[in-house]
């Protein structure tokens, strides 16, 4: 069965530090990218970061930039997000996301189930 | 960066109804937008691709059209399963942005 699940969510005070990780199953994980999109209470689906197949090239938000690091790790089958410095407005379930289109499918085909992230003092 | 604009934010209707849902991108995005479905508590869901591409597994009552900068979703007869919130997501231009979604609610 493909699937993505995430792990690393919790409780950070403000300009406190975290890292998402998002094991991936069922698939050849390291011939797709991969992305991380995240969602605030009540609200809708804002992307954050992505990053090739090897790792090579990476893109972020601009709520993001200098602050959050994507990477992964192809041999263990897991993508990770590095937040630093962390503000209120970071609140979000973040969800990881297979991109398909190396099947030819130009949108996020998986997704993985998500972890709350509450930046709060 | 492109805005994607869906409407109506809500859309009230009966199961056994047809649903429009309407996303309008603010450039042309020529057929590369997607739908997603969300349902409470869940992960999106993608239901159509390159416009008019149902994805993998989903049932023929959910179609898309439409090219350029506007584009439709269309669920020919609700199931009780089908009320939830739908995004639209552009795949043309970088960032790949969402609207900011339609909510299916049961009449």
């Known amino acids: 069965e493909v699937q993505l699940v995430e792990s690393g969510g919790g409780l950070v005070q403000p300009g406190g530090s975290l890292r998402l990780s998002c094991a991936a199953s069922g698939f050849t994980f390291s011939s797709y990218w991969m992305h991380w999109v995240r969602q605030a209470p009540g609200k809708g689906l804002v992307w954050v970061s992505r990053i090739n197949s090897d790792g090579s090239s990476t893109s972020y938000a601009d709520s993001v930039k200098g602050r959050f690091t994507i990477s992964r790790d192809n041999a263990k089958n897991t993508l990770y997000l590095q937040m630093n410095s962390l503000r209120a407005e970071d609140t979000a379930v973040y969800y990881c996301a297979r991109d398909g289109n190396l099947q030819d499918v130009d949108a996020f085909d998986i997704w993985g189930q998500g972890t709350m992230v509450t930046v709060s003092s | 960066e492109i805005v994607l604009t869906q409407s109506p934010a809500t859309l009230s209707l009966s199961p056994g109804e047809r649903a429009t849902l309407s996303c309008r991108a603010s450039?042309?995005?020529?057929?590369?937008l997607a739908w997603y479905q969300q349902k409470p508590g869940q992960a999106p869901r993608l239901l159509i691709y390159?416009?008019?591409n149902r994805a993998t597994g989903i049932p023929a009552r959910f179609s898309g059209s439409g090219s350029g900068t506007d584009f439709t979703l269309t669920i020919s007869s609700l199931e009780p399963e089908d009320f939830a919130v739908y995004y639209c997501?552009?795949?043309?231009?970088?960032?790949?942005?969402f609207g900011q979604g339609t909510r299916l609610e049961i009449k």
């Open positions: 997501q552009q795949r043309s231009n970088w960032p790949p942005a």
């Open positions: 450039q042309s995005v020529s057929s590369y």
């Open positions: 390159d416009a008019s």
